[in-house]
């Protein structure tokens, strides 16, 4: 099902265009209004899912009926509906890419019902995915080297959020996920242990130990905290050393009470009782001001297991996107709400090379000296075009964007996004529009 | 796929006690550990997808070979897991009831592995769904009567979650969704509008107003707000004057600025103008807490359009909900983590008629005088037994306990949640629970 995957308001516009002839090309450009709090940058994503929508929109026969028997449509509209698929063209700024307020992360020009009725599924897609990609490359930059595994499969919205998180999150350098479904979808590392109530199964937290241990002698993450966290250290050391584990095969986790005093004890006591190699991972309610916190104060923590705040982007979970008309006919168009402004006509963003102001502009000016365009095309008359979409490619444009960022805009509070000025060519139509719509 | 969507250490720790023979019936108990900040209640929900789900579970050929070729599992646990279903227990608190902190949502009794197994999937679907109901209801407590539309497809976490939030919130007494696939789906009431582009992609807002209003007369809710509010609400006015429009099917829908004094002076130009029976709709970033206020200062806003922060639930988007074993082969347990400690044993919550405390009690303790258990069994031996599991008996339910909440669990301030005190058995229990293994 994807034609009913709309809002109602999109069927009623789209046939109301068909009925008077409305089908002249219309451009919407899709973007943040604002970022939230903290944040100074936001990693594009979700452009997948849209291209697979937008290559299957189309109503079946069991939609169709609905919208004639249910909501009253006269056949000639089921008629109109029934032969239209979505034939426009599709700029987008790749997945990964880091973009900021006000640039737009997708453009659609088609016949204006077809662009109209995609929109609900278009923020849809792009709004969650960029906002769980940017919260998870913020738990990244707070980790400061240390490795990140995706915990969030058991309060993501849902099953497919699972998915998603567990595949952004990748994309954005975690080293693994717990989701098995996700792990063998993607093709990316299965990371698991054990829970309190496999220790809780057992007539003790050493025979739950032991029997784990035997079981998984290749990576075994010892659980310590059910009963006393640092008593649970010791007895992991005692299990490692009766079955002979190697050290560096050998790792405790610890999931609740102060994180940073309890990864130095235990730092101690594994180093004191000769396992310097075996390794610390931590977890339960973290997030990117958690982690940054243990970072800075020198929690020796190898691994962080980041699972709920990053999955729902907790104090983030959505955007203030919108998808708005800056065109339509070869008329340049724009909302003047109350804090909801728009600015007319299709659009390019350019970047330069080192840290310098994006430039918003109109997609035919050229770029400026030095700087190269943001936005690309990714379908053509509801073809897709264009390569890079796969999962190594929009890792690869993070990482470089990553390096590219300034400490500024890197911050964890407090952020300084990167400054986006307009082109001339913009702030001309933008006056222009202003005035021929008072006018 | 339903066997692979799990934790990899559900699968780690399900082998393992395969290779064991620990096979013995677990009751795992499912609950929330705290309510988020100002709630004073949760509405229970998400049962309808825990059961499709565990009356599905089992591992495919695919998933098996991934385990096998991926995880190195040995043929003798992918004949084990090739043999495994969901063949046990389950007790649970109908969708639509009311529930307090550590009082189980759902209790499960199985074979340990496959207790074990559906952790992820059972606190995912139940979480989410809890989440997301428990705010809608709260922006239902804030409108007092007016009536309320679920706007949220376009920025819930992805398309199940859409069909999600368009369910729970009709739930909890929401009029309509603008979601058409839901509304098809589950039967619901579509509500649709016009969005600013329909306004710009004429020539003119009157232009724009006629030509909706001509295609559809029955229900005609004209935005005002693209360029001048109030200016748009005359247009309106004359446009519905100009074709005769009756009075009662005309709307007015605020989408930005002060909605407070925009309602009340676009009531007043409605009033004087002879269209006393025009309705007037506020959208645009809605919660509990803005409606609330508008409620309070007596805005003339006859209904609301709530979307995104009731759709990802954007104060609380996930719950402190935990999945913890409490009995294994008879044998009562706990956990004593800092701050995670649990309560041993299968329960029954009992609740009485006028706001005493609910009583947390053993599942096998008769009920106090006066009281009724809200746990009921949903699945024996892995078949659904029971009935009203369908929207219209949770709605039913809904309705009943949010008659039955005091004023202070309602607040959707500093709520205060009804208290829940535990039973004298299991007050009991706990104590020799803690002694044996501390012991």
Same mark, same amino acid.
Do not use: V
């Given at each position: 099902m994807t034609g009913l995957h709309t809002d109602l308001y999109e069927i009623r516009m789209a046939t109301s265009y068909l009925r008077r002839g409305m089908t002249e090309p219309a451009t919407f450009s899709l973007f943040a209004r604002a970022l939230p709090d903290d944040r100074g940058f936001l990693v594009c994503a979700g452009l997948a899912d849209c291209l697979d929508f937008l290559a299957r929109f189309h109503f079946d026969d069991e939609e169709l009926d609905y919208l004639g028997e249910e909501l009253? +449509?006269?056949?000639?509209? +089921?008629?109109?509906?029934?032969?239209?698929?979505?034939e426009g063209d599709v700029w987008a700024v790749p997945e990964g890419r880091v973009v900021f307020a006000n640039e737009p992360l997708l453009e659609v020009t088609a016949p204006l019902p077809q662009a109209q009725l995609v929109e609900t599924a278009l923020l849809n897609f792009l709004t969650f995915s960029t906002a769980v990609a940017t919260k998870a490359a913020r738990c990244r930059i707070a980790a400061d080297g240390a490795a990140l595994v995706d915990f969030s499969a058991r309060r993501t919205h849902g099953v497919n959020a699972a998915f998603a998180a567990a595949r952004l999150s990748a994309m954005v350098g975690f080293a693994g996920t717990s989701h098995v479904a996700s792990a063998c979808r993607f093709g990316l590392w299965p990371v698991g242990t054990m829970a309190h109530s496999y220790i809780e199964a057992f007539s003790?937290?050493?025979?739950?130990?032991?029997?784990?241990?035997e079981d998984f002698p290749e990576a075994t993450v010892f659980l310590v905290d059910t009963y006393d966290t640092l008593a649970g250290v010791h007895t992991a050391i005692d299990v490692a050393k009766t079955l002979n584990l190697p050290g560096g095969r050998v790792a405790v986790r610890l999931d609740s009470g102060d994180l940073d005093a309890l990864a130095r004890a235990a730092r101690k006591i594994l180093d004191d009782e000769g396992l310097p190699g075996a390794r610390i991972m931590a977890s339960g309610g973290l997030d990117e001001h958690a982690i940054a916190r243990l970072t800075a104060a020198g929690a020796p923590i190898d691994s962080y297991g980041v699972g709920t705040k990053m999955g729902v982007s907790a104090d983030a979970p959505s955007l203030d996107t919108a998808y708005k008309l800056v065109e339509y006919a070869g008329r340049p168009v724009m909302k003047r709400s109350t804090g909801k402004a728009t600015f007319p006509g299709p659009k390019q963003i350019y970047r330069g090379e080192s840290g310098e102001p994006d430039v918003l502009a109109l997609r035919t000016e050229p770029p400026p000296e030095g700087y190269r365009p943001l936005l690309t095309p990714v379908m053509r008359t509801g073809e897709r075009v264009g390569s890079g979409h796969e999962l190594f490619d929009a890792r690869s444009r993070f990482e470089h964007d990553l390096a590219w960022l300034p400490e500024a805009a890197l911050r964890l509070r407090a952020a300084e996004p990167v400054h986006v000025r307009r082109s001339a060519q913009l702030n001309d139509l933008l006056a222009r529009t202003l005035h021929a719509s008072t006018s």
């Open positions: 009253g +449509l006269p056949d000639s509209d +089921l008629d109109a509906l029934a032969h239209l698929c979505f003790s937290e050493r025979e739950a130990f032991r029997a784990f241990a």
